[in-house]
């Protein structure tokens, strides 16, 4: 069982950045990769981002590719969202999923409000 907490949400104007961190306690290994997910108010929830643990290879939605950057500290086993030229559109509830041989565990969600 992996533990996840998110922080670093919050309100963020248009064109603005926020730097979203996602702390993972448990059993993380090189078989694992962890990512974001967000849900906006009246949608489902959709992919955003995922590192792989061991290679570091990401891969990102259409929508914030050179807008976002994932990235991992292995050490502290951290994840974070580099979050730059915000969009209202980017408002959501950001989750993080870390995920090892087809368990997925998530973080409660941290809320991301762009104004416009």
């Given at each position: 069982?992996?533990?996840?907490?998110?922080?670093?949400?919050?309100?963020?104007?248009?064109?603005?950045?926020?730097?979203?961190?996602?702390?993972?306690?448990?059993?993380?290994?090189?078989?694992?990769?962890m990512g974001?997910?967000?849900?906006?108010?009246?949608?489902?929830?959709?992919?955003?981002?995922?590192?792989?643990?061991?290679?570091?290879?990401?891969?990102?939605t259409d929508?914030?590719?050179?807008?976002?950057?994932?990235?991992?500290d292995n050490?502290?086993?951290?994840?974070?969202?580099?979050?730059?030229?915000?969009?209202?559109?980017?408002?959501?509830?950001?989750?993080?999923?870390?995920?090892?041989?087809?368990?997925?565990?998530?973080?409660?969600?941290?809320?991301?409000?762009?104004?416009?």
């Open positions: 069982q992996v533990q996840l907490v998110e922080s670093g949400g919050g309100l963020a104007q248009a064109g603005g950045s926020l730097r979203l961190s996602c702390a993972a306690s448990g059993r993380t290994d090189s078989t694992s990769d974001w997910f967000r849900q906006a108010p009246g949608k489902e929830r959709e992919f955003v981002a995922r590192i792989t643990w061991s290679g570091g290879v990401t891969y990102y929508s914030v590719k050179g807008r976002f950057t994932i990235s991992k050490a502290k086993n951290t994840v974070s969202l580099q979050m730059n030229s915000l969009k209202p559109e980017d408002t959501a509830v950001y989750y993080c999923r870390h995920t090892s041989r087809g368990v997925n565990n998530w973080g409660k969600g941290i809320l991301v409000t762009v104004s416009s």
